[in-house]
């Protein structure tokens, strides 16, 4: 969350109009905890225009890029997770493990088996890091989220992990359908008993 000021509102109209944007197709919003949006209005827009949106919310700490049309925002996520992927290829080649990233082959392992191969390829003992929690959803263990949320994680850990999400993104899950995702600190929680 960046504090909402008019520095930073005109900072995304700004990247709304170097994207290509005009005035009338677009507003920013702020919710109540400080986030900044970029709200798309316009029917269409070109692949261009959406890279560029892709582009520079992936490299700045706002806005968050939202579409009031369900068909640009599909478009949108196509292009968000082909770069996404590529961006995480490109890392793993640099240090040299591309060329052994794990695959998912669904005929011959389960998720399970495969988030253990995963753990493994980024130096993690298995089982420590990921879970499937279905058949096409990957997530970390609790136990694992509780110890980074709490700033227990080394530094060691910590790159490890990055590698284990550049690995994921690199993957081939998505061509599967297979998606990964954090449970967010309310599912963490114990209901309190009345």
């Known amino acids: 969350m960046v504090p909402f000021d008019a520095t930073a509102q005109q900072?995304?109209?700004?990247?709304?109009?170097?994207?290509?944007?005009?005035?009338?197709?677009?507003?920013?919003?702020?919710?109540g905890g400080g986030d900044i949006y970029l709200i798309v209005k316009s029917r269409d827009l070109s692949d261009n225009k959406l890279?560029?949106?892709?582009?520079?919310e992936r490299r700045e700490p706002y806005p968050i890029?939202?579409?009031?049309?369900?068909?640009?925002?599909?478009?949108?996520?196509?292009?968000?997770?082909?770069?996404?992927?590529e961006e995480s290829r490109r890392w793993l080649q640099r240090r040299g493990m591309l060329s052994s990233l794990p695959e998912f082959d669904p005929s011959s392992e389960n998720l399970d088996q495969f988030a253990r191969r995963m753990e493994n390829y980024c130096g993690f003992q298995a089982g420590v890091v990921l879970r499937a929690i279905s058949p096409n959803l990957l997530s970390t263990q609790k136990s694992w989220s509780e110890r980074a949320l709490a700033g227990q994680a080394t530094a060691t850990d910590e790159q490890k992990f990055e590698c284990l999400l550049k690995a994921i993104w690199a993957s081939n899950l998505g061509d599967h359908k297979i998606g990964f995702g954090f449970i967010g600190n309310e599912a963490l929680a114990k209901p309190s008993k009345p």
């Open 11 to 31: 900072q995304v109209v700004n990247i709304a109009a170097e994207c290509g944007l005009a005035a009338d197709a677009f507003k920013v919003d702020v919710d």
């Open 51 to 56: 890279s560029c949106l892709v582009t520079r």
């Open 65 to 85: 890029v939202i579409f009031e049309r369900e068909q640009l925002t599909r478009r949108y996520v196509k292009i968000q997770n082909n770069v996404g992927r």
